[in-house]
């Protein structure tokens, strides 16, 4: 939380506070443009595998957005499966994962 | 729709009709194991486009999550993106995918 503090200003920390107050929330992650985690609520392994595979996928669909339309942009990727759910908000600076329970 | 009555049976074309009465919903595509779009209401270009990049995604999803948890399986992937949303619910012969206008 102090990474997020630092940088990214009390914004960022409200915001993450805020979304790991809901009782289905497993775990937040911020992800900065290297790829790494800089600040998450998840052990360090999980943070690790979800921010690798979350950014890869967001670069896919965005990817795949500018394909079926040159002038949009992905907000949001959610990957709902039989077990959890997670979210990745991508953003110029960093990616925002939550890894959720499902409801 | 012929195609999904003959090899879906009924409630395939319950399903899709039921989807598409839903006012935000653009359009829907069945699209079978190889890829291609077995029957959709969009056009054939569009359809083809989203199938090629939904079904890709799906598979990059899907070996994400066997990577994170061998034991789960993805049950539907959702792209919400600044004009539109996509999602698709792969299954073991089809992937249905349904492109909706933003609410």
């Given at each position: 939380?102090?990474i997020?503090?630092?940088?990214?200003?009390p914004?960022?920390?409200?915001?993450?506070?805020?979304?790991n107050?809901?009782?289905?929330?497993?775990?937040t992650?911020i992800?900065?443009?290297?790829g790494?985690?800089?600040?998450?609520t998840?052990d360090?392994?999980?943070?690790a595998t979800?921010?690798t595979?979350?950014r890869?996928?967001?670069?896919?669909?965005?990817?795949a957005l500018?394909?079926i339309?040159?002038t949009?942009?992905?907000?949001?990727?959610?990957l709902?499966s039989?077990k959890?759910?997670?979210?990745?908000?991508p953003d110029?600076e960093f990616?925002?994962?939550?890894v959720?329970r499902?409801?």
């Amino acid at each position: 939380m102090e990474i997020a503090q630092n940088f990214m200003g009390p914004l960022a920390t409200n915001t993450m506070t805020r979304i790991n107050e809901n009782g289905n929330v497993v775990g937040t992650i911020i992800v900065n443009c290297e790829g790494f985690p800089e600040t998450t609520t998840l052990d360090s392994l999980t943070a690790a595998t979800y921010s690798t595979h979350m950014r890869n996928l967001s670069h896919h669909a965005s990817n795949a957005l500018k394909e079926i339309d040159v002038t949009d942009e992905l907000v949001v990727l959610r990957l709902v499966s039989k077990k959890s759910e997670a979210v990745v908000a991508p953003d110029h600076e960093f990616h925002l994962i939550v890894v959720m329970r499902k409801t």
